[in-house]
């Protein structure tokens, strides 16, 4: 049974930074490509950014490109979202993806379970 399992997130000003983890149960993170997504209420899950396995290449939406960083440690099979120069339009439910390619959620298999991150002004 594959699970990720998401952790860090939580209430923070506008320009803060803050770092979301996902680990990987029974799924070798190194191994499937890897993605962010976030749903604000009342709107549709956005695509935030995607890392290969293959390459390690990275691709992110021009919404939080250059303030949003995706990495990933092997050792602790786990992937990370670093988030600086947050704004009030961040606020969101985070999620973590894998198993999939691509910009549209229905193409991932695994997901997390959701953390909350809230900007305040």
């Known amino acids: 049974q594959v699970q990720l399992v998401e952790s860090g997130g939580g209430l923070v000003q506008a320009g803060d930074s803050l770092r979301l983890a996902c680990a990987g149960d029974?799924?070798?993170?190194?191994?499937?490509?890897l993605g962010w997504f976030r749903q604000a209420p009342g709107r549709e899950r956005e695509f935030l950014g995607i890392r290969t396995w293959s390459d390690g290449s990275t691709m992110y939406a021009d919404s939080v490109k250059g303030r949003f960083t995706i990495s990933r440690d092997n050792a602790k099979n786990t992937m990370y979202l670093q988030m600086n120069s947050l704004k009030a339009e961040d606020t969101a439910v985070y999620y973590c993806a894998a198993g999939g390619r691509g910009t549209e959620s229905s193409a991932y298999r695994y997901w997390g379970q959701g953390t909350q991150v809230t900007v305040s002004t």
């Open positions: 029974g799924l070798t993170l190194s191994r499937t490509n």
